[in-house]
């Protein structure tokens, strides 16, 4: 499976934007994907995930509320609606691919890896 990440941008604190995940390959809808960040200085994180028919999320306690994972299997795409950004939502935004539970939150729990896509919110 091959991920891109596409939808970041300079925004301003309360503004929203919808990050997309691109993905290649017959078996997407078989794959959880997870969205992670990673702001200057500090270590990867994980933000939300999706399971592979959509039927299950899963989110970090600072998005509950402001962002909502979703994907059309049709498209071979996941988005991030991302609400009521905050300038400590900046990072650089991953998806990634792997077949565990959404509530495996572990960069290792993923094997395949999009190229990030930069998220700055001013305030």
């Known amino acids: 499976v091959q991920l891109q990440a596409s939808g970041g941008g300079l925004v301003q604190a309360g503004d929203s934007l919808r990050l997309s995940c691109a993905a290649s390959?017959?078996?997407?809808?078989?794959?959880?994907i997870g969205w992670f960040r990673q702001a200057p200085g500090k270590e990867r994180e994980f933000v939300a995930a999706i399971s592979g028919s959509g039927g299950s999320s899963y989110y970090i306690n600072s998005v509950k509320g402001r962002f909502t994972i979703s994907r059309d299997n049709a498209k071979n795409t996941v988005y991030l609606q991302m609400n009521s950004l905050k300038p400590e939502d900046t990072a650089v935004y991953y998806c990634?691919?792997?077949?565990?539970?959404?509530?495996?939150?572990?960069?290792?729990?993923?094997?395949?890896w999009g190229q990030g896509t930069q998220v700055t919110v001013s305030s």
């Open positions: 390959g017959r078996t997407f809808s078989s794959y959880t």
């Open positions: 990634a691919a792997g077949p565990s539970s959404v509530r495996n939150t572990g960069q290792r729990e993923y094997d395949y």
